[in-house]
């Protein structure tokens, strides 16, 4: 089992940056493949980027592509999301999951089985 703590949420204007972290303890992240997820008040939750356990291989929604990119430091057992030429539309809480297929990219939710309990994003115009 592993427990993860996102960090690194706030308050930013349009066209700023931010740097999310995903601390994980428990088992070894090398373990797990990893995803970002976010949630919108009263929007349903939504994939956002994923990678390999490994760093080999990622994925992202549309709506970050060239913007947003995953990493992680399986020394630190950390992963991250740097956010680029952030939007108002990019507001939402955004969590961390953990999936035991670690060879996959999965931008499916039901797939991850370890979540941590978010952090808040909030971009302003």
């Known amino acids: 089992q592993v427990q993860l703590v996102e960090s690194g949420g706030g308050l930013v204007q349009a066209g700023g940056s931010l740097r999310l972290s995903c601390a994980a303890s428990?088992?070894?992240?090398?373990?797990?493949?990893m995803g970002w997820f976010r949630q919108a008040p009263g929007k349903e939750r939504q994939f956002v980027a994923a990678?390999?356990?490994?760093?080999?291989?990622?994925n992202y929604a549309d709506s970050v592509k060239g913007r947003f990119t995953i990493s992680r430091d399986n020394a630190r057992n950390t992963v991250y999301l740097q956010m680029n030429s952030l939007k108002p539309e990019d507001t939402a809480v955004y969590y961390c999951?953990?999936?035991?297929?670690?060879?996959?990219?999965?931008?499916?939710?039901?797939?991850?089985?370890?979540w941590g309990q978010g952090t808040q994003v909030t971009v302003s115009s």
């Open positions: 999951a953990a999936d035991s297929h670690r060879y996959f990219t999965s931008w499916y939710s039901g797939e991850y089985e370890y």
């Open positions: 428990g088992r070894t992240l090398r373990s797990y493949a």
């Open positions: 990678i390999d356990w490994i760093g080999g291989s990622t």
